[in-house]
T-cell receptor, first 115, second 115 residues
């Protein structure tokens, strides 16, 4: 399912470098999300956007920033990467459906390693 | 803060057996729950959801049970197959306020199905 795509799929970088992860979706959803996943842990929300002009911090936003360039695009930036930001990053989209159901659909993930 | 957690981090079953994966949640305001399946190298995939006005919901080979009294959620997989091997996450969100649409994920349960 290529409705939600992420680039790059893998990235190795060095401490202090600026990194941008990109997410695109063809589902026509208004809502987009960025999560990180660490080994053995669930997903933690970094930032989310309910529409193009709406950006909100999640539970672990420190060290990250986002840009919602269009309904279909939501980018995550690490301004100055540090090793503890090594993780798997997922983008997700959702559309508030009937009866308030808000199922999220995830991209394939970006594996980021910060040396 | 509120959290969603899992009782069992790993579960091993024989092919053909039924599997039950459990999840406890602590936010009494939660009213929408989702089970996700994450296969190795992939993003989480939606399996089934349930709203708090229901106790049970069935899908294809999967059933979700919700016990609001004890804040417990379970995923039952019938006739488990090797392709069901994955990490399973429960997630919850609550209607209304600033938290609506933001999912809180549990730690995850690793399901291994032996042929």
């Amino acid at each position: 399912d290529a409705d939600v795509t992420q680039t790059p799929r893998n990235r190795i970088t060095k401490t202090g470098k600026r990194i941008m992860l990109e997410c695109s979706q063809t589902k026509g959803h208004d809502r987009m999300y960025w999560y990180r996943q660490d080994p053995g842990l669930g997903l933690r929300l970094i930032y989310y956007s309910f529409d193009v002009k709406d950006i909100n911090k999640g539970e672990i936003s420190d060290g990250y920033s986002v840009s919602r360039q269009a309904q279909a695009k939501f980018s995550l930036s690490l301004e100055s990467a540090i090793p503890n930001q090594t993780a798997l990053y997922f983008c997700a989209t959702s559309d508030l459906g009937g009866q308030g159901k808000d199922t999220q659909y995830f991209g394939p993930g970006t594996r980021l390693t910060v040396l | 803060g509120e959290s969603v957690g899992l009782h069992l981090p790993t579960l091993s079953v024989q092919e053909g057996d039924n599997s039950i994966i459990n999840c406890a949640y602590s936010n009494s305001a939660s009213d929408y729950f989702i089970w996700y399946k994450q296969e190795s190298g992939k993003g989480p995939q939606f399996i089934i959801d349930i709203r708090s006005n229901m106790d049970k919901r069935q899908g294809q080979r999967v059933t979700v049970l919700l016990n609001k009294t004890v804040k417990h959620l379970s995923l039952q997989i019938a006739a488990t197959q090797p392709g069901d091997s994955a990490v399973y996450f429960c997630a919850e969100t609550s209607a209304g306020g600033t938290s609506y649409g933001k999912l809180t994920f549990g730690q995850g349960t690793i399901l291994t199905v032996h042929p």
